[in-house]
Each structure stands twice: as C-alpha cells, then as structure tokens.
C-alpha cells in the first residue's frame, strides 16, 4: 500500500532554513504529481508547492521565492528547500499525490516545522 513518511522538521528562528524529505513508496512514483502540503493550528490543510513528472513546480503564493521543491525519481524521494523562514510558516508539513490540488493518497504523519525566536 501507499506510504509517504516524511521527515527533517524541526525548530528554526525567523530568517532561517530548513529541507524537508518525503519517501514515498507502494506506488509508481515517477508518474506521480508530488505536493507538499501544510496545517498550522486551527487552519485547513493548504497546498504549498507541486512538482510535475516532467519537473515543473509551482508554488502558493506565500511561500513563492523562499521554497523550493525538488524530486528524486531514482530515490522516490520529493523535498522541499525552506529558506527566509517566518513564523507563519508554523506548520505540520506533509507531502502527497495531488490531482487537481486534491490529496489522493493517505497521509503520512508529517514533520513538525517550528519558526520561533
């Protein structure tokens, strides 16, 4: 079955970075849309950055210019680079197969990212 493990949170101050790592594994991953989503407290889940088979990303408009993500078809492996960190970016961080924004596979347990002086 679908597995998406997710790792590298942790806690950072305003202004620095983090890289989070997702393995996926039970599905072809080469062919998959890969997304990184995130929840903070008391907020929907949103959708941060995709990345295509083909490599094209695109990112929300909060995170644009500070994220950057990034896949490893031969690893199956979907990261996401986090530079300028603000506090609201407080979040658990989860990545996903997404078709047309929507998650398809089951969560994993997210990584915790923390901005805080």
């Known amino acids: 079955q679908v597995q998406l493990v997710e790792s590298g949170g942790g806690l950072v101050q305003p202004g620095g970075s983090l890289r989070l790592s997702c393995a996926a594994s039970?599905?072809?991953?080469?062919?998959?849309?890969m997304g990184w989503y995130r929840q903070a407290p008391g907020k929907q889940r949103e959708l941060v950055a995709t990345i295509t088979i083909s490599g094209r990303t695109d990112y929300a408009d909060s995170v644009r210019g500070r994220f950057t993500i990034s896949r490893d078809n031969a690893k199956n492996t979907v990261s996401l680079q986090m530079n300028s960190l603000k506090p609201e970016d407080t979040a658990v961080y989860y990545c996903?197969?997404?078709?047309?924004?929507?998650?398809?596979?089951?969560w994993g347990q997210g990584t915790q990212v923390t901005v805080s002086s």
């Open positions: 996903n197969t997404p078709v047309g924004g929507r998650a398809t596979s089951p």
């Open positions: 039970g599905i072809m991953f080469r062919i998959y849309t």
